[in-house]
């Protein structure tokens, strides 16, 4: 099959302020930006270039901000943990809930405009061995 996941878009009340975010939190660049869009792109040059799905934040009107818990989102896996969430707070995101069981090994974020993702915890190293 010849087929690729180009991009994975995000509606944004500001997608210039998503990306910045974004591009802080995954260390990613962001390669192309008008008042309608912002693009993300993994660091040029990396193993992750051209092969990971790019980001792109669209604009939509301000009443259509969100208002449900997302359908798609993002599990990002660090190797630290708490260390990770410590940072991504510090650069606008939050915990949140979406009734998620006390003892789950991921935390639920929500970036600046409220979409979720998961911090997953990091790999052991048994599982780190097995790749």
Same mark, same amino acid.
């Given at each position: 099959? /010849?087929? &690729? *996941?180009? !991009?994975?878009?995000?509606?944004?009340?500001?997608?210039?302020?998503? +990306?910045?975010?974004?591009?802080?939190?995954?260390?990613?660049?962001?390669?192309? =930006?008008? @008042? %309608? =869009? /912002?693009?993300?792109?993994? $660091? =040029?040059?990396? $193993?992750?270039?051209?092969?990971? $799905?790019?980001?792109?934040? #669209?604009?939509?009107?301000?009443?259509?901000? %969100?208002? *449900? %818990?997302?359908?798609?989102?993002?599990?990002?896996? $660090?190797?630290?943990?708490?260390?990770?969430? +410590?940072?991504?707070? +510090? #650069?606008?995101?939050? &915990?949140?809930?979406?009734?998620?069981?006390?003892?789950?090994?991921?935390?639920?974020? +929500?970036?600046?405009?409220?979409?979720?993702? !998961?911090?997953?915890?990091?790999?052991?190293?048994? @599982?780190?061995?097995?790749?």
């Amino acid at each position: 099959m /010849s087929i &690729r *996941v180009q !991009c994975v878009n995000y509606d944004a009340i500001d997608p210039a302020a998503q +990306a910045r975010f974004w591009a802080d939190v995954l260390g990613w660049r962001i390669t192309f =930006e008008n @008042e %309608k =869009e /912002s693009v993300l792109e993994p $660091p =040029e040059g990396s $193993p992750e270039d051209g092969i990971v $799905p790019d980001i792109l934040f #669209l604009r939509v009107p301000a009443d259509e901000a %969100k208002a *449900v %818990k997302n359908r798609v989102h993002m599990d990002l896996r $660090p190797e630290d943990q708490a260390a990770e969430e +410590a940072r991504i707070v +510090a #650069l606008g995101g939050r &915990r949140t809930s979406i009734g998620q069981d006390e003892s789950a090994s991921w935390i639920v974020m +929500a970036d600046p405009e409220g979409n979720e993702f !998961c911090l997953l915890r990091a790999f052991t190293a048994e @599982e780190l061995a097995s790749f």
